[in-house]
């Protein structure tokens, strides 16, 4: 197989799991969204502590509290999806969207960064860091810029 093509395959193996974690995020499938996930993974979601870890992990049960405050699935957008792939390790950036209505009525419609990372193990490519972010408005405000859209 040539360089090409082996980087073809691990790009689409990547994207089918990016598919994957986006679709179970969509239908609010917390185990979906977990198996996509090394054990020993890192976040730095929009939700605080600054930083998740398995020692203290936004797992299973902090996703399911999170999407029943949500009434029925969530719209979830990947735009802009750029994916770089080596040989057992691979990242990708995006533009993501969240719309969604709360269980009180709130709408919800949020453009956020996300990178994720990846690491083949054994021989399967799974997500071993995550990292959202809003921008701020560097105006003394410091609030942050959920207004923004691509």
Not at 67 to 77: K, R
Not at 84 to 95: E, Y
């Amino acid at each position: 197989m040539t360089t090409a093509n082996t980087k073809a395959t691990e790009e689409a193996q990547i994207r089918a799991l990016i598919d994957n974690w986006a679709n179970a995020m969509r239908a609010k499938d917390a185990d979906g969204v977990v198996s996509q996930y090394a054990g020993d993974n890192v976040k730095f979601i929009l939700a605080p502590p600054l930083k998740y870890t398995r020692h203290n992990p936004f797992g299973k049960k902090a996703l399911e509290d999170w999407f029943s405050s949500f009434q029925g699935p969530l719209g979830y957008e990947i735009r802009d999806l750029n994916i770089t792939t080596g040989d057992d390790v691979a990242f990708c950036h995006s533009l993501n969207r969240m719309k969604a209505t709360t269980t009180d009525g709130a709408k919800v419609d949020l453009w956020f960064r996300e990178t994720l990372g990846f690491c083949k193990i054994a021989g399967k490519w799974t997500i071993t860091h995550e990292h959202s972010s809003v921008p701020f408005y560097m105006d003394g405000s410091y609030k942050a810029a959920v207004d923004l859209k691509p």
